[in-house]
């Protein structure tokens, strides 16, 4: 059974920076996908970031383009959002997810339907 379980969630201030962890668990990820969406109340779950879990490609929505980053640890089996100039606009509930479904020659994807399993969220908050 897969696990995806985020931390790494909190109340930060505009311009201040949070890493969000998401460790996984329950099958062979090494040929599979990893995605970062978030959501706010009334709003559609947004695409973020992904990534590639064998070759380490990376994907951004231009939202947050040269914000954050992207990266896993293969051998932690954990997946990481590194966030950086944050906005009040960055405020939203995190969710990682798993694509094990990822053909290299298709790309890595941005919707959510794409993934079949998620984690429970995680909370960020960006004061102004």
């Known amino acids: 059974q897969v696990q995806l379980v985020e931390s790494g969630g909190g109340l930060v201030q505009a311009g201040g920076s949070l890493r969000l962890s998401c460790a996984a668990s329950g099958r062979t990820f090494s040929t599979d996908a990893m995605g970062w969406f978030r959501q706010t109340p009334g709003k559609e779950r947004e695409f973020v970031a992904a990534?590639?879990?064998?070759?380490?490609?990376?994907f951004y929505a231009d939202s947050v383009k040269g914000r954050f980053t992207i990266s896993r640890d293969t051998a932690k089996n954990t997946v990481y959002l590194q966030m950086n100039s944050l906005t009040p606009e960055d405020t939203a509930v995190y969710y990682c997810a798993n694509d094990p479904n990822f053909a290299s020659q298709l790309g890595l994807r941005p919707v959510p339907d794409d993934y079949d399993y998620w984690g429970q969220g995680t909370q960020v908050t960006v004061s102004s």
């Open positions: 990534i590639s879990w064998s070759g380490g490609s990376t």
